[in-house]
């Protein structure tokens, strides 16, 4: 199993959708966790750390399930900037990125 | 600015020949990371200094890659005889290097061999 896996992709949603993406994790162990969003020929940036309690910021919701070791991320009401790759990371001894999710917003 | 700086931010070399890129991390940043990112491919990590300590180059891909930190802050990678394979994204990172802490990342160097 590898460390960080997600779903390639591509989504390719309707705007004002909503859309969820997870990524699961192997290393029970792993103490932090973050989105990262990554545009076309760009550095990644955070997005949103992931909290234990799950936590909201705007548009965007971030869940914890340590139980089964994933992690998840939910769109609502979609834009088209928000067409980008997320990538989803996890930090136990070092920092794990997975190969991201890639997502189109379509007009 | 404060953020990360790499530089350069594009290098085309010849097969054979040495490169060396550079990272500037955000001052008082005691963690750095060095990944590269092949085109359309996810991030593969390749080195990670914290602080004082020793290095984990447990992803340097081979013995042509090194990579050093001098005081603590300018980290410089180097890749020696190099590849067609080589080619990719390298891209510096750094960390205040709390358990939590957000990776701040530069905006690479692309590297292109012929």
């Known amino acids: 199993r590898k460390e960080v896996e997600q779903d390639p992709g591509p989504f390719n949603v309707p705007e004002g959708a909503t859309v969820a993406f997870n990524c699961t994790y192997s290393n029970s162990a792993s103490q932090s966790f973050f989105w990262y969003r990554q545009d076309c020929r760009k550095e990644p940036k955070l997005l949103m750390s992931?909290?234990?309690s799950g936590n909201e910021d705007g548009r965007f919701t971030a869940q914890l399930n340590r139980a089964s070791q994933y992690i998840s991320l939910l769109i609502r009401d979609s834009k088209l900037s928000d067409s980008a790759t997320y990538l989803c990371?996890?930090?136990?001894?070092?920092?794990?990125f997975g190969k991201g999710t890639r997502l189109h917003i379509l007009p | 600015g404060a953020g990360v700086s790499q530089s350069p931010s594009n290098k085309v070399t010849e097969k054979g020949k040495d490169v060396e890129l550079r990272c500037d991390p955000i001052s008082g940043h005691t963690a750095l990371y060095w990944y590269r990112q092949s085109l359309g491919q996810g991030l593969e990590f390749l080195i990670y200094f914290q602080g004082n300590s020793a290095p984990d180059k447990s992803g340097l891909p081979s013995d042509r890659f090194s990579a050093e930190r001098t005081g603590g802050s300018v980290s410089t990678l180097t890749i020696q005889r190099t590849q067609q394979e080589d080619s990719a994204v390298y891209l510096c990172?750094?960390?205040?290097?709390?358990?939590?802490?957000?990776?701040?990342f530069g905006e690479g160097s692309r590297l292109t061999v012929l």
């Open positions: 990371v996890v930090r136990n001894d070092k920092i794990i």
């Open positions: 990172a750094s960390s205040p290097g709390s358990p939590a802490g957000e990776l701040f």
């Open positions: 992931v909290y234990s």
